[in-house]
């Protein structure tokens, strides 16, 4: 079809990968008949590099935004490779369950390996958790796959769990040699993947022509904040209460489907909030952390997600594979323990893509009570704390080597930071109008410069103590309020 050719001939203007036009109509082919759509299209030209590399068979380093579909990067391949199998790595037991429902319902036959009761066969996809890959009888597996010339590929999804997550280091060091014990192509996935990151992965899974592909993209429609809450809080349960507080509001103003979800460092810190909020006798949150048992971790998320509870007070344990799109607000009490964490927790906010809020409640004093943070994630985390400039371009810059600030990108929601500076006037000088080296200009040009400072002056003393958005709407009388709570209901 002409139209077909006109796709293709878009989706291969990329320099992520060589490939001729029949790989990508196959690969075009395979994701439209995978999704059940014949006028399917990919999500963006990294998405299709990232499903044509893995079809070449390409060790591949693959870095798609929250939304992205780079899960697609290896379900589509495993769903048009029907004689071979495909082993899945998952660093969380809920994202094993995930992925184990996808397959499912996409076709796929599936097992999940769980130390035993794998029957060799005309299995898709093997899916197994890290704690489990590491045993001597996965390793048999593997070996006896490669050997029947079933074993397409091995896929680590969320692979920034390897440096993220503290109790799997010894788990990653075996994992490492387990896939280096058979030759097969490697997926490494993940959204979240700083340029420093990269160099150590190639030589950790001994990737020399490691494919790394990735897609710059900010989340728009959040709005980073922090709240410093020194003043008058002396416990952590004067904090606690300021948090239950700000969470009351959010709730009064959600739709029914809106959830909310409380990052807690600790444990113990997370029950304990919890227990402050439920005090009253209503259930609006419950516990989720990495002690508990899996049927209670799901029944958590199930009450959360059905509208039994609407917030969720978590550990980083739920940092990755909870996808749930209307999530309005994330809270960190204190911060998160490194950028990376806080990136991935602060993205489950806002995944329908309407405005959501990623807060931050710092208290200096759990600097004091949280000398246990590894030194250098603790350090990055606490500069995008305290930092005076733009924070979407301070994680722009660290997670992708580059960024603008979220005033420069001209759409989207401002931080806080850029939002102060708007509405406080705290911005330097302007000129108007360009200068003429060696020539005098003429008078109507400088009395027109003076006219327009005159009057950025005025506006500036004009702004002062109003609402922004309510100012530029002609909305005078509106002196005091909320200007975030204004935009919100304006968007």
């Known amino acids: 079809m002409p139209e077909d ?51 070449q068979g390409l060790d591949q380093l693959i870095i798609l935004p929250t939304g992205g579909g780079k899960t697609m990067a290896y379900l589509v391949p495993m769903f048009m490779e029907k004689d071979l199998t495909t082993v899945v790595i998952l660093p969380f037991v809920v994202l094993v369950e995930q992925v184990e429902q996808l397959c499912t319902s996409f076709g796929i036959s599936v097992q999940t390996w769980r130390g035993s009761g794998y029957s060799i066969g005309a299995t898709q996809a093997i899916l197994v958790s890290i704690e489990h890959a590491i045993m001597p009888e996965f390793l048999d597996l593997l070996i006896s796959l490669e050997s029947n010339r079933r074993l397409a590929r091995m896929v680590l999804d969320e692979c920034h769990a390897l440096w993220t997550q503290e109790g799997f280091r010894d788990s990653v060091r075996r994992l490492v040699l387990l896939t280096r014990a058979v030759k097969v192509p490697i997926q490494l996935l993940t959204a979240t993947c700083p340029p420093s990151k990269v160099d150590k992965l190639r030589v950790n899974f001994g990737c020399e022509d490691l494919q790394v592909i990735r897609r710059i993209e900010d989340r728009k429609e959040l709005m980073y904040s922090v709240q410093y809450v020194d003043k008058d809080v002396n416990t952590l349960e004067d904090l606690n209460l300021i948090i239950e507080n700000y969470l009351r509001r959010q709730i009064q103003r959600w739709e029914a489907k809106d959830r909310g979800i409380v990052y807690c460092l600790r444990r113990e810190w997370a029950e304990q909030l919890c227990e402050s909020i439920n005090r009253t006798g209503e259930r609006i949150c419950a516990v989720y952390h990495a002690r508990m048992e899996s049927a209670d971790r ?173 100012w530029m709407a002609g909305e005078q009388d509106h002196i005091e309020h909320n200007a975030w709570e204004c935009r919100y209901k304006s968007l």
Not at 21 to 37: S, V
Not at 380 to 401: I, P, Q
Not at 407 to 426: F, H, K, P, Y
Not at 434 to 457: C, F, L, N, Q, Y
């Open 5 to 55: 050719k006109v796709i293709l001939n878009h989706i291969i203007k990329t320099d992520e990968v060589d490939y001729s036009i029949q790989e990508a109509a196959q690969a075009l082919d395979g994701l439209r008949k995978f999704a059940e759509e014949p006028k399917g299209r990919f999500k963006s030209k990294e998405q299709a590099a990232a499903i044509v590399g893995a079809l």
């Open 298 to 470: 799901r029944k958590v998320l199930a009450d959360w997600k059905e509208g039994r509870t609407r917030i969720v007070i978590a550990t980083s344990a739920l940092g990755a594979g909870m996808d749930y799109p209307w999530v309005r607000v994330v809270v960190h009490q204190g911060f998160a323990q490194q950028l990376i964490d806080f990136v991935q927790e602060s993205g489950r906010a806002g995944r329908d893509g309407q405005p959501a809020e990623a807060i931050t409640f710092f208290w200096p004093r759990i600097e004091e009570m949280t000398a246990w943070i590894k030194e250098e994630g603790r350090k990055e985390m606490l500069e995008w704390v305290k930092l005076d400039g733009c924070r979407k371009k301070f994680l722009s810059t660290y997670l992708h080597g580059e960024g603008d600030d979220c005033i420069s990108q001209g759409v989207g929601i401002l931080c806080d930071n850029c939002e102060g500076v708007l509405a406080t006037g705290r911005m330097e000088s302007v000129a108007f109008g360009p200068a003429v080296t060696g020539r005098k200009r003429p008078r109507d040009t400088e009395v027109t410069e003076v006219e327009d400072s005159i009057k950025m002056k005025e506006m500036l003393q004009d702004l002062s103590g109003k609402c922004s958005f309510c």
